[in-house]
């Protein structure tokens, strides 16, 4: 019954807000989400890896460490995306993100924060580091289908994660005062994030639901077997291994479908938009029976 309760406590909140996001959506058809990916992209996602890496005591050899795992994880997401995008005969440049870009920081690292405490938002966040990184770089240039140097440049994320690393590598703190504004600036984006994805379920579409079926089957079903197999071939335990489950279990990140809207083609964009909508409705069920595979048998 604890495990039960645990798998309560760390679920609820997160739907919760996204159930709040939803209400107003529904409320108002046309509300404009787009002051939050413009906070999110500036402020919010470079402070929230600033503040889970930092706040998690997360030491620069394990974030070396599940970095590679991630880059591992991802890349194992990339080749199944190909596959299925390749058999289904679709644009396997442009649609590919939403294989390799699971929703781990907004979304992950929350459920990771209630499921393990600081230690599991730690390793939550430096395994989305990679992601968050990957958003800002390899999601734009599929999406244009070309290669712009000066879009790593622009990124923030790119520098608050690399003045990170510095600091996890020399073993020096963040200055309390950073700690203190990084905080406040990350935990204000993840309920603002998960309440935008609650609003873009409501404006969103599913332009081909069996296509959008067979795409979160490789995204929320496929992702998860991927990870135990990595956590068993790595011989990983304790509660990393069940962050590392559960990051590998979550949907496709919406940041997919809101770069894709504004590089690439309709079409693309409606296929992007249908895998969102459905890879996010069917983690409802599948992330809390991974969440609770993770704390019955890795905590």
């Given at each position: 019954m604890d495990l039960y309760i645990k798998l309560f406590e760390v679920l609820f909140p997160v739907f919760f807000i996204v159930g709040i996001g939803y209400f107003l959506g529904k409320k108002n058809p046309n509300f404009d989400t787009s002051f939050i990916t413009t906070y999110s992209g500036n402020f919010g996602t470079p402070s929230l890896v600033i503040f889970a890496l930092s706040a998690g005591g997360v030491t620069f050899d394990i974030f070396r460490e599940y970095f590679f795992y991630a880059i591992i994880l991802l890349t194992s997401f990339g080749l199944v995306g190909l596959i299925f995008l390749v058999l289904m005969?679709?644009?396997?440049?442009?649609?590919?993100?939403?294989?390799?870009?699971?929703?781990t920081g907004?979304?992950?690292?929350?459920i990771c924060l209630f499921a393990y405490g600081e230690l599991g938002m730690g390793i939550a966040a430096a395994i989305s580091?990679?992601?968050?990184?990957?958003?800002?770089?390899?999601?734009?240039?599929?999406?244009?289908?070309?290669?712009?140097?000066?879009?790593?440049?622009?990124?923030?994320a790119f520098y608050a994660i690399i003045a990170t690393i510095l600091f996890l590598y020399f073993d020096k703190p963040i200055p309390q005062f950073v700690m203190n504004t990084v905080m406040l600036l990350?935990?204000?984006m993840i309920v603002m994030i998960l309440m935008s994805l609650g609003i873009a379920l409501t404006q969103m579409k599913v332009f081909s639901f069996k296509d959008a079926i067979i795409t979160s089957i490789g995204r929320v079903i496929v992702g998860p077997i991927i990870g135990f197999i990595l956590i068993?071939?790595?011989?990983?335990?304790?509660?990393?291994?069940?962050?590392?489950?559960?990051?590998?279990?979550?949907p496709s990140a919406i940041l997919c479908y809101l770069v894709a809207a504004m590089y690439s083609p309709k079409e693309i964009v409606d296929n992007i938009s249908s895998t969102i909508v459905v890879s996010t409705i069917m983690s409802l069920i599948t992330v809390p029976i991974t969440v609770f595979v993770s704390l019955k048998y890795f905590s």
């Open positions: 005969k679709k644009d396997y440049i442009r649609e590919l993100p939403t294989f390799i870009l699971p929703n907004n979304m992950g690292i929350p580091s990679l992601v968050v990184l990957l958003h800002f770089t390899l999601n734009i240039f599929l999406a244009k289908r070309e290669f712009d140097f000066k879009v790593i440049i622009k990124s923030p990350a935990y204000g068993s071939v790595f011989n990983l335990s304790g509660f990393a291994a069940g962050v590392l489950l559960i990051q590998s279990s979550m």
